[in-house]
């Protein structure tokens, strides 16, 4: 194997955006690399959640990264502002952060100059 990472990226222009546009697109991405159903399924929960979380919109970026030599799937969801550090531990995100906390190895948020991600890890 040639250490590839294949990437998928979806910019969202306008808070009312089009998701299922979007999950069609990623689910293409998925398909088109022979990833299995189960994960695809995953892949699904995690941006669903993700979004959910982040409160995702004008500006915000989501970032799908596979790589079949590596066995690895990463999820960054980025944010133009900057998010809580415990907005995985707020009670509103109890339901979200446990689907996360449960499909992946790493569940992380990354403060940067003006933006923020929160980055997942698949198992």
Known sequence: FIKQIREFNYGIAEDKYDYYEMMALLNTFCVRYS???????????????????????KGSSVRLAYSEKEDFIELTV??????????????????????????????EVRQEQESSSLRCILQ
């Open 35 to 57: 990833m299995p159903e189960t994960v695809r399924d995953h892949i699904s929960h995690l941006v669903e959640e993700s979004l959910l979380i982040t409160a995702a919109g």
């Open 78 to 107: 980025t944010v133009p502002r900057s998010l809580d550090e415990d907005i995985l531990d707020n009670e509103e995100n109890v339901v979200p952060a446990a689907i996360l906390r449960g499909l992946c190895k790493i569940v």
